[in-house]
């Protein structure tokens, strides 16, 4: 949020409105270093909530749509809550959307959706094969906001990107999980034999590419977002180890969860040529800083990661 407020990602704004349920997954303490600024209006809310949007959206240019149940893991446990957030929701939030003559309509959707792919990249044409109730229920999210350009004419722009990773990220998420692990002396679970490889995003570039498609995609249209750098699930846990001066020693081999993708490497080749994105924060360089993070705000994840919130 600070970066869009302060023109870091490439425009300047009037003014934001954030409109969070502020479940286990949301925290208030985000928006500390920005909640001075008088352009920002923070609105605790569920987006299936229709009056609750009536009330809020008129008089906004520009939707960018980020609620969503997100977390693997949780989906298999129950899927439900998934469908309803991100399935329900996201209608709720169009259908409003419509309603209040919003402009753009940016829906943040993940690589999940495509399913496994055993070599090469998915392009934005790729048909979609989600795996778990987690990325079927984004894949339905997605085709609800296109049929809003098809049947109604709004201009909506989808974006899908690949793992994100850096400060601030709830710790049931690998990477900040095991960092915090290792800082309280626990082991670091691996999932099978540690080879499922995924391509890692630094929230900033997200953020970055996001901005881009806000200002320039085009209506209807599809931008996968990458980070540049792919990685099995070991290699990454190798590097945490040594930033924190531990070894494999404290790697604990778990059984592997059903439906487990292989591999995601989405081809963002398309948003570098329209709009001029890459990536400019790779994970060998950014990840040192992530950790130190972590290291230096333990009163923000300790809450968070043992149910104190």
Same mark, same amino acid.
């Given at each position: 949020?600070?970066?869009?407020?302060?023109?870091?990602?490439? !425009?300047?704004?009037?003014?934001?409105?954030?409109?969070?349920?502020? !479940?286990?997954?949301?925290?208030?303490? &985000?928006?500390?270093?920005?909640?001075?600024?008088?352009?920002? !209006?923070?609105?605790?809310?569920?987006?299936?909530?229709?009056?609750?949007?009536?009330?809020?959206?008129?008089?906004?240019?520009?939707?960018? @749509?980020?609620?969503?149940?997100?977390?693997?893991?949780?989906? =298999?446990?129950?899927?439900?809550?998934?469908?309803?957030?991100?399935?329900?929701?996201?209608?709720?939030?169009?259908?409003?959307?419509?309603?209040?003559?919003?402009?753009?309509?940016?829906?943040?959707?993940?690589?999940?959706?495509?399913?496994?792919?055993?070599?090469?990249?998915?392009?934005?044409?790729?048909?979609?094969?989600?795996?778990?109730?987690?990325?079927?229920?984004?894949?339905?999210?997605?085709?609800?906001?296109?049929?809003?350009?098809?049947? @109604?004419?709004?201009?909506?722009?989808?974006?899908?990107?690949?793992?994100?990773?850096?400060?601030?990220?709830?710790?049931?998420?690998?990477?900040?999980?095991? =960092?915090? &692990?290792?800082?309280?002396?626990?082991?670091?679970? $691996?999932?099978?034999?540690?080879?499922?490889?995924?391509?890692?995003?630094? $929230?900033?570039?997200?953020?970055?590419?996001?901005?881009?498609?806000?200002?320039?995609?085009?209506?209807?249209? $599809?931008? &996968?977002?990458?980070?540049?750098?792919?990685?099995?699930?070991?290699?990454?846990? @190798?590097? $945490?180890?040594?930033?924190?001066?531990?070894?494999?020693?404290?790697?604990? @081999?778990?059984?592997?969860?059903?439906?487990?993708?292989?591999?995601?490497?989405?081809?963002?080749?398309?948003?570098?040529?329209?709009?001029?994105?890459?990536?400019?924060?790779?994970?060998?360089?950014?990840?040192?800083?992530?950790?130190?993070?972590?290291?230096? &705000?333990?009163?923000?994840?300790?809450?968070?990661?043992?149910?104190?919130?």
């Amino acid at each position: 949020m600070r970066g869009l407020l302060d023109g870091r990602w490439g !425009t300047d704004v009037e003014s934001v409105t954030v409109l969070d349920a502020f !479940t286990y997954a949301g925290n208030r303490d &985000n928006l500390r270093s920005v909640a001075g600024d008088a352009r920002l !209006t923070v609105v605790e809310g569920d987006i299936r909530n229709d009056w609750l949007l009536a009330e809020h959206l008129p008089g906004h240019d520009v939707v960018v @749509h980020f609620a969503a149940e997100s977390h693997v893991d949780r989906s =298999i446990g129950s899927g439900s809550v998934f469908v309803s957030t991100n399935v329900l929701g996201t209608q709720c939030l169009l259908d409003a959307s419509r309603r209040a003559g919003v402009h753009v309509f940016v829906h943040v959707s993940t690589d999940e959706v495509y399913g496994s792919i055993d070599e090469g990249s998915w392009d934005e044409e790729q048909p979609l094969a989600p795996t778990s109730p987690y990325a079927a229920s984004k894949a339905g999210s997605d085709l609800l906001v296109l049929a809003g350009h098809r049947t @109604h004419g709004m201009d909506v722009r989808v974006t899908r990107c690949s793992n994100n990773f850096g400060t601030h990220q709830q710790p049931e998420k690998l990477i900040p999980l095991f =960092i915090t &692990n290792l800082l309280e002396g626990l082991d670091v679970p $691996v999932y099978g034999d540690g080879l499922n490889r995924r391509n890692w995003l630094h $929230v900033d570039d997200h953020c970055r590419a996001i901005e881009l498609v806000v200002a320039g995609g085009r209506p209807g249209e $599809v931008y &996968n977002i990458g980070g540049g750098t792919e990685l099995s699930n070991l290699d990454l846990t @190798h590097l $945490v180890l040594e930033l924190l001066g531990e070894n494999e020693s404290r790697i604990r @081999h778990v059984e592997d969860r059903p439906g487990h993708d292989r591999r995601y490497s989405v081809d963002w080749s398309k948003i570098a040529d329209e709009l001029g994105y890459t990536p400019l924060l790779p994970l060998a360089d950014s990840l040192p800083a992530v950790v130190d993070w972590y290291r230096g &705000n333990p009163d923000w994840w300790r809450p968070l990661k043992h149910g104190g919130r």
